[in-house]
């Protein structure tokens, strides 16, 4: 993106490399679940239910030791305050926990394998974009801003389609909802122009909205895949109205249009055959 901030291609292909194996090792983890003993594998694995979220959190320290060890080593990083630098991190770090959950859970393995394969590419595309990002100049040009954007939304559908095919009670699930959105808004709302303190404050009310939503939801028979695409749209909404409220362009014409384009995704979503 800039020829200024040269980007270590080979520190990023072995943080990639290492958290694809950690991926591949969480997947091993889960034959023991499947009824599958292997005499390689520990005699004492945690409960099922929080072997994923036990796996996942790994994945995420490997995530965030690396990223940051990256974003250390950029040129501009020594202008930056310590929590700014740490943001850069949060959208590899939640992506590398959501994709541990959702690829454990796959049964079939050549979905597995390929599904294996894009996550490798999107954290390696998404360490990238936060590494650039530590420039002003990138961080103000239209195509950053899109694939920020992009993955922000992308990483939350990971992070909820993982809580919502998590086998436990409703309110836990709204409070790990409450924590992964909210992170997730308040790097999107600061990497858009806004401070960090008013960041995490706007994006802790949507944090509430989430949480919510995601404790009323799961009592609906909606599927796995259909009821995290529905809170991805609610995502969506409330971080965008978020966004229009913080730049002060929040009027009724800005929630008509964001209301059409959520009645219309909330349509497709429930006419899926799936």
Do not use: K
Not at 263 to 274: E, Q, R, Y
């Amino acid at each position: 993106m800039n020829g200024t901030d040269p980007l270590d291609r080979d520190r990023i292909g072995i943080l990639t490399g290492v958290l694809l194996l950690g991926l591949a090792l969480s997947r091993l983890l889960r034959l023991a679940d499947a009824g599958l003993d292997p005499a390689w594998l520990p005699s004492a694995l945690p409960p099922a239910r929080l072997l994923p979220w036990l796996q996942a959190g790994i994945l995420v320290g490997l995530a965030g030791v690396g990223t940051l060890s990256l974003i250390r080593n950029h040129p501009r990083v020594r202008q930056q305050t310590l929590d700014a630098v740490a943001m850069y991190c949060l959208t590899p770090v939640l992506l590398a926990g959501g994709l541990s959950v959702v690829l454990g859970d796959l049964v079939d393995w050549e979905l597995w394998v390929f599904s294996l394969v894009a996550a490798g590419g999107l954290l390696a595309l998404a360490i990238t974009l936060e590494y650039f990002a530590v420039s002003p100049r990138v961080r103000a040009t239209a195509s950053w801003q899109w694939g920020m954007l992009m993955f922000n939304h992308l990483a939350a559908l990971v992070l909820l389609e993982a809580i919502v095919g998590w086998q436990v009670a409703a309110i836990t699930q709204s409070v790990v909802a409450f924590v992964a959105t909210g992170l997730l808004a308040a790097r999107l709302l600061w990497a858009l122009g806004g401070r960090l303190d008013e960041s995490f404050l706007l994006a802790g009310v949507g944090a509430v909205i989430m949480a919510q939503a995601t404790w009323a939801i799961s009592y609906w028979p909606l599927g796995r895949l259909r009821t995290g695409l529905l809170l991805l749209v609610l995502y969506y909404v409330t971080v965008g109205l978020l966004l229009q409220h913080r730049r002060r362009q929040l009027d009724l014409q800005a929630v008509r249009a964001y209301g059409l384009v959520a009645l219309g995704a909330v349509l497709v979503v429930i006419l899926l055959p799936f």
